[in-house]
């Protein structure tokens, strides 16, 4: 055997004891076995450069040191699930999916691991990127830090597809975290907080030898591509396991809600008894066809929904309420808590959530009161011990006034926040309306922070987003800690700015409901600023995933003469107010046309048919209607869907047929 030969077998050989080891659980040599063989590839490899490969065993141990991450584009947006609490929820959730499909269909169940969401690119069965979820739309790419992670196959086996991603979520173990902290603690550090928090953590350090010394590892649990083995979830992942991925062996699919409520009802009692943290379960339609089918709301699949098991909770005694305003004027009770150790982490604060959850928990100050994460993440006040209550205690009467501006509170109608009205002089309105607007996300001014923004307000330089492009480096060189370099930063920033992209500076104005996603939406179908501000009721909520509460709200905005005026200045200084978004429309040939699509085509595959249809002016709907225009079928059509379009008498088109309709 030559050195090329002995350098290749070793790779596999280390390979294959990798995989058995941190996938499969069993171990078929020592370490120091294994430890000998790692030793002498490293040593062949030096010897022989010429030789060297990426994704051989040596470079798990990682070395590369970065200067910050790159942002990558999702080819396919990376979305986080909507999430229930209880049994009536999931049952609506099954009535929804119900409406959405004729067809017979199946669930998957999944237990849902508490970590960071990652997703991998394999070409030609090497791992080429690893992205995190970031903004669903891109990631950062931190493709070296997970090649360190010895669950992840860096090169595959078997019938694997050309190019595909895989999902799924890197965790740390909970005894892992233990040894971790046994040794900060012999070394005088603070032991970190939670698994959770540690593995997104680790996976964003820079120096990739430093995250190879932690112990993360990986669950895969969703498949993305054009030429997937199956059209089936669940089987999709079984073929996962045999190329070489860590999939989990606590999946199962049902036929009913009822079914899928056993299994999280034994994993509710199970999970503590996992080497792992998992904060609920996912509940996914197997049939991936029908996935396309029922597509994407703003913020979530249709076809998938997140359990959440009941949060921790602990007692404390509650010494305090305060009230914060917000940006848009929604006052927000605070809980002042006697500080607690919750989920990891010490609470000091909790939210009360409005007036009305007051008054029905009857909370007061003094009282013992019972905390949890919401959602894992945002603590609040769930319930009171009335059992050890002081007799002399008074019930809590909420602010009338706003507490810093003392203008009168109001409530609306159907809402629950109370709110100042004094948007132009309440000063937390004011300053979060600027802070919003300079977040990363927004304009992401470079030089620009909360704390100069209070300055610049309180010697009163600015009073509204568009005075921040009236300011020039005399204006702001007085400011407290303010040095030459500082403000040249800082005007240099603002000019930079200039150049964001039209969603998020709409994003930025800080319009009631309008997220990331809903002004990406809008831009992309309205293009410019002037006919979002021109746009009715009826011609907002045409736009997909704009609703009634968003459209309302976007047409209450401009319709003050306030607003209008800032963008005319914001517009003057020379922010986009107009989409650099590519335009893919080719035609009107299906204006106005409702399409479902179904079945498994010839030419094309599903995605690519519902993107034609869009791009000549057609709307992809996921069931049929008697507003139907047609569906289009190919072969494997679900019986029910066929059945359902005949006796409506919707149009059946073919793939040729509507080939023929586009050209």
Not at 147 to 166: A, R
Not at 282 to 298: H, R, S, Y
Request: charged share 30%; proline share 3%; net charge negative.
């Amino acid at each position: 055997m030559n050195s090329q030969e002995r350098i290749a077998f070793l790779r596999k050989e280390l390979s294959s004891h990798n995989h058995s080891y941190y996938v499969k659980d069993t171990s078929v040599i020592s370490d120091v076995e294994f430890d000998q063989l790692l030793s002498e590839l490293q040593k062949l490899e030096n010897q022989y450069p010429n030789l060297f490969d990426a994704n051989s065993p040596t470079q798990r141990v990682g070395g590369e040191v970065l200067d910050g991450f790159t942002a990558v584009k999702h080819k396919y947006r990376m979305l986080s699930l909507g999430n229930t609490y209880s049994a009536e929820d999931l049952h609506d959730f099954d009535l929804r999916i119900n409406k959405l499909t004729d067809d017979d269909f199946e669930y998957v169940c999944e237990l849902k691991y508490d970590g960071i969401s990652i997703s991998l690119t394999y070409e030609n069965g090497e791992l080429t990127q690893a992205l995190t979820r970031g903004d669903g739309a891109q990631g950062d790419d931190v493709t070296h830090n997970v090649k360190t992670i010895k669950s992840i196959p860096l090169k595959l086996k078997g019938d694997y597809p050309k190019k595909f991603e895989i999902r799924g979520e890197i965790f740390l173990p909970i005894a892992s975290l233990a040894s971790m902290n046994e040794i900060r603690v012999q070394k005088g550090l603070e032991p970190y907080a939670n698994p959770r928090n540690t593995a997104s953590g680790s996976i964003k350090l820079l120096d990739s030898k430093e995250v190879a010394k932690r112990p993360l590892d990986c669950y895969l649990y969703y498949l993305l591509g054009d030429n997937l083995p199956t059209k089936k979830h669940f089987d999709n992942l079984q073929k996962a396991r045999d190329w070489g991925f860590k999939i989990p062996s606590e999946i199962e699919s049902y036929k009913t809600i009822n079914e899928v409520l056993k299994f999280i009802e034994k994993w509710d009692l199970k999970r503590h008894d996992l080497p792992y943290e998992i904060d609920g379960i996912v509940i996914k339609v197997n049939d991936i066809n029908l996935q396309q089918e029922m597509g994407f709301t703003a913020k979530s699949p249709r076809w998938a929904i997140s359990y959440k098991f009941k949060a921790e909770q602990v007692a404390t005694i509650l010494e305090e309420i305060t009230y914060q305003v917000g940006r848009t004027g929604a006052i927000t009770p605070v809980a002042n808590l006697t500080p607690v150790l919750l989920a990891g982490t010490t609470v000091k604060r909790a939210s009360l959530h409005n007036a009305d959850q007051i008054q029905k928990l009857d909370i007061r100050e003094g009282d013992k009161v019972f905390v949890e994460k919401g959602g894992e993440i945002i603590p609040k006040v769930i319930g009171v011990d009335l059992s050890v209550r002081d007799l002399f205690s008074r019930p809590t009467l909420y602010i009338s006034y706003c507490p810093s501006c003392n203008t009168e509170l109001v409530r609306k109608d159907g809402d629950v926040k109370h709110y100042c009205p004094n948007t132009e002089r309440c000063s937390p309105q004011i300053k979060g309306r600027f802070e919003h607007f300079i977040s990363r996300k927004a304009m992401n001014i470079d030089g620009l922070g909360a704390e100069t923004i209070e300055l610049l307000i309180q010697e009163r330089l600015i009073s509204k987003v568009s005075d921040l492009y009236l300011l020039e480096k005399e204006d702001v060189l007085p400011l407290e800690r303010m040095a030459e370099k500082s403000a040249v930063n800082l005007i240099l920033g603002l000019e930079a700015s200039k150049s964001i992209p039209f969603e998020r500076v709409l994003f930025g104005l800080g319009i009631r409901y309008v997220g990331e996603t809903v002004a990406k939406v809008l831009v992309k179908h309205f293009k410019t600023i002037d006919r979002i501000i021109n746009a009715d009721m009826e011609t907002m909520i045409s736009v997909d995933e704009i609703g009634d509460k968003i459209a309302e709200s976007i047409i209450s905005y401009f319709s003050q003469q306030k607003n209008i005026n800032l963008i005319i200045d914001l517009k003057n200084s020379g922010l986009q107010f107009v989409s650099k978004i590519e335009d893919t429309s080719k035609s009107d040939l299906l204006k106005g046309m409702k399409i479902v699509v179904s079945g498994v085509f010839n030419h094309y595959s599903r995605s690519e048919l519902k993107k034609m249809i869009e791009e000549h002016g057609g709307k992809n709907v996921g069931s049929i209607s008697k507003s139907t225009t047609f569906v289009l079928f190919g072969e494997n059509m679900g019986p029910s869907k066929k059945v359902k379009a005949e006796s409506l008498g919707v149009n059946m088109v073919n793939e040729d047929e509507f080939l023929a309709k586009i050209s």
